[in-house]
């Protein structure tokens, strides 16, 4: 049943995914700019050179025609050909996505780290001052901009203390503890930036969740049992809590996404964030296309994971 | 012009040059003297054909190596690594990492020979008479990095696959109308059409750098795009190629057979890219954690501050870039078949010579400088500065509100009840636009104030960058359509010669809606006289005199308000302390790299 289940959702992940590829390609050939505008404004190019290049790549064609030949490519994994640097795209995005994967899911796993016994401790004792301390500071991790704490990180970690590179590099030339404190060094900043803003809001969350369950009669009977409360609060509460919370960060994934293409940019990080950034700043549609595509597929299977979990996790839920 | 001394005592003191009896100092004192500027002096000699002394070699370490790991910041990676696909200079900066042309261009705007054993002279024989033929030597046992010779058939390659139109090359202008011939394996002669004054543009700095046949000539045209060698490239430059990751990173090693001895210093080479302008002067001034950083678009009074830290340092390079204010001369607000701003009209106000006077004595450029720019825009009164052999003397500028409230006045420009003037029931209101960036915002502020209090009505337009400067037909607010009375950017000289630049005043070049506003003349004024100094300076062969055209050109666009220039745009690049680095406004940033090092 539950195969049955996931088939469909795949299945009505397709138009979805058309729809959002439609939309996305209709703004960018609506917006303004050029692959060669740094090309127009230099006098020693003369225009035609210009137009040689925008027929060669097609970018004369009407839209519909243009997305047409996207698609079409797309669906025979033909990721189509940036404009800005003549290489594949998948390429491009392949070369950038590893770093990326390590900064998000290290930074998923901090947040998590935090979350967790915090957002727990602070349900089992409310309004003491661990919760509200840890209330306030959830408060301010999740209102303050990522690209506002990475800065005032570099103010602090680099600039004045002079602690920690601000400049990532994926590349570094050294082997064995030196290779891996290196790459732990650089990475501080752009993953504590995104783990904790990710962090705090997951506090929250989980800080509620305890709290809704922890009431519940069960967790009375299992006290009244003369269960230890440590035993309680993570054989009992903690496991029926963190369904919702699961869920939740599955369902937050594209946001983390988000912040990262900020993180990865003031950080200047070579992920695919900064693929993205860079490529709409020269108006490199197919790079574009296919980063905010990823993107899009990220968001849809993500939501398809946390739907998946839900289920598997609360069996009183049917997949229908 | 203003040259106190005539063709006839200049010519007789440089045969004395060439006979002996004077020193070439000596010449060049006198030139001075004049009021022709040392390396025009130096030029002069050049072209008549009196051996040039080669620009003295400051270059310390005394072996190859050994100066560790040179990092450089670029805040927008390259993004391809093959010097004809180049769509930017950091591109072009990438690929000179590893590619190198037959010479390179100094700061002063003289060649320095790189793959070329000598620079083509008439005395060495290299420049023909008629103009029509420039042979260049070429260094002998350069080897490209895969080992292999590099020889005349590789230049002649460059010619080939450049000048077809599949292979979609962007230095195709640069190739398509000469012919490049090998002599014999170390010798190739350019061929033009006609007399070419400056004959320094194929194989020369960023247009210049050669790949090699061996690896290229399989992807000659519409296969051009499947080669390899693209993204791995193989040069004669001063590092190996190491690996590349499109905006982000580029590598190099050292090259332990590089043509020229005891260079490069570095070891290794590391470019990066991403990130902001603000954060890579940082990365070089505050925290020392890079060597050089590029194009340093930060406001100056930042720079400054960041310089403190006592780990960097900024330098200025002269360039021909000019941040100016153009006049339309045709009517933005009348459409005629089409198109406004069309030639077949004329501005209802600003074809008032009276209105053009008043504005360009409105504009506080010292000020501008002073307040906004700093060391980044130093205020000029001419639109032509650099090389200086091409800077006129003549042309002043001063910001004077008493004296352009005058001239409107004796005009016939009279204040209405608002303040505003007005003659025969036209106001004297104006749109002023340019790109959002803010600086120009600032400058906007400050003409507008002063033009204020001399009764003229500035409206302030600002439009996003990537409007402004894009060719997009549809759109209304492209600089290139001009649909506006006043309009401020940048337009940028990217070769040491002015031909091309002082192209944009040509009534051939006038942007309209047949050439799809393609055209590089947006003011849109024509002048037969300018046109004929153009046709002329196109063939000139004596460099006075046509150095002597391009002024009277300059002069006649600043005198008649055709623009008003406000500041020169230098180049602007922070360097660590020790090293020691030659950046040239006329060839990209690293068009010396194989000459860097650091200062014990």
Redo the contacts between chains.
Sequence with gaps: MSRQYIIRRLLIAIPSLLGISLVLFTILALA????????????????E??A??RA?FGLDDPVWARYLHWITAMLQGDWG??F????DVDT?IL??LPVTLIVIGSSQIIAILVALPVGVLAATRPYSLFDQVANTFAFIGFSLPTFFTGLLF?LVF??QL?WL???Y???I?ATGWQFYWEHIKQAIMPVMVLGLFQGASLVRYVRSSVLDVIKLDYVTTARSKGIGERKVITKHVVRNALIPVVTLVALQMPIVFGGAIVTE????V?GIG??LI?AM???DTPVVMAVTFVFACLVVLFNLIADILYGWLDPRIAFR | MGFDMNEHELRGLIGKVKIGKLSRRGFVQRMMAVGIAAPFATQLLVHSGVAMAQAKDTYAPTKRGGGGILKVLWWQGPTLLNPHFAVGTKDQDGSRLFYEPLAGWDPNGELKPKLAATIPTRENGGLSADGKTVTWKLKQDVKWHDGKPFTAADVVFNWEYARDPATAAVTIATYKDVVIEKIDPYTVVVKFAKAAPFWADALVGTRGMLIPKHLFQDYMGGKSREAPTNLAPVGTGPYLFKDFKPGDLVRGTINPNYHQANKPYFDAIEMKGGGDAVSAARAVLQTGEFDFAWNMQVEDEILARLEKSGKGRVEVTPTGNIEHIQLNTTDPWVEVDGERSSIKTKHPILSDPAVRQALSVLVDKDSIEKHIYGRTGPATPNFLNNPERFRSKTMKFEFNIDKAADILEKAGWKKGSDGIREKGGKKLKLVYQTSINQPRQKTQAIVKQAAQKAGIDLELKSVTASVFFSSDVANPDTYTKFYCDLQMYTTTMSQPDPQLFMNQFNSWEVATKANKWQGRNITRWQNAEYDKLFRETESELDPVKRAALFIKMNDMVVGDQVVIPVVMRPGVAALGNNLVATISGWDNNTWDLSDWYKKA
Excluded: W, Y
């Excluded at chain 1, 800005?84 to 290489?87: A, I």
């Design positions: 303004p700019g050029d692959p060669f505008e740094e090309l127009a404004t230099n006098p020693a190019v003369p225009p050179v210009r040689a290049l060669k050909f940036s800005v640097s003549r290489m491009l070369q950038r570099i680099s600039i002079d590179p601000f400049v590099r994926a590349d030339d940019q003031i950080f200047r070579p900064s693929l860079s700043l020269a108006n």
